[in-house]
């Protein structure tokens, strides 16, 4: 079973920028497919981008695309979240998940303990 450990969440101002790491434990990241879900304050958890075990393929939520980037590097069995022109509403805890079934279906098995972000106006 994977072990999923999220970093580089922190205060940040309005326009940073950050890069968020999910590193594996217990078995190789390469074999899963990762994604980056977020919950605010209050608000249910939402999915933020995906990206497939080769890299081959990613997906964002509108509210991700053209600012966050989702990659991996599986010799460090790590996944990244590069997000950059910050806002105040991308303030949430910041979840990664893996799962080992097809690319695609939106579900995922095992889920990190999250990093916190917030963004200052």
């Known amino acids: 079973q994977v072990q999923l450990v999220e970093s580089g969440g922190g205060l940040v101002q309005a326009g940073d920028s950050l890069r968020l790491s999910c590193t594996a434990s217990?078995?190789?990241?390469?074999?899963?497919?990762v994604a980056w879900f977020r919950q605010a304050p209050g608000k249910e958890r939402v999915f933020v981008a995906s990206?497939?075990?080769?890299?081959?393929?990613?997906s964002y939520a509108d509210s991700a695309k053209g600012r966050f980037t989702i990659s991996r590097d599986n010799a460090k069995n790590t996944v990244y979240l590069q997000m950059n022109s910050l806002k105040p509403e991308d303030t949430a805890v910041y979840y990664c998940?893996?799962?080992?079934?097809?690319?695609?279906?939106?579900?995922?098995?095992?889920w990190g303990q999250g990093t916190q972000v917030t963004v200052s106006s």
């Open positions: 998940a893996a799962d080992l079934r097809a690319y695609g279906m939106g579900r995922y098995d095992y």
């Open positions: 217990g078995r190789t990241l390469s074999t899963y497919n």
């Open positions: 990206i497939s075990r080769t890299a081959a393929g990613t």
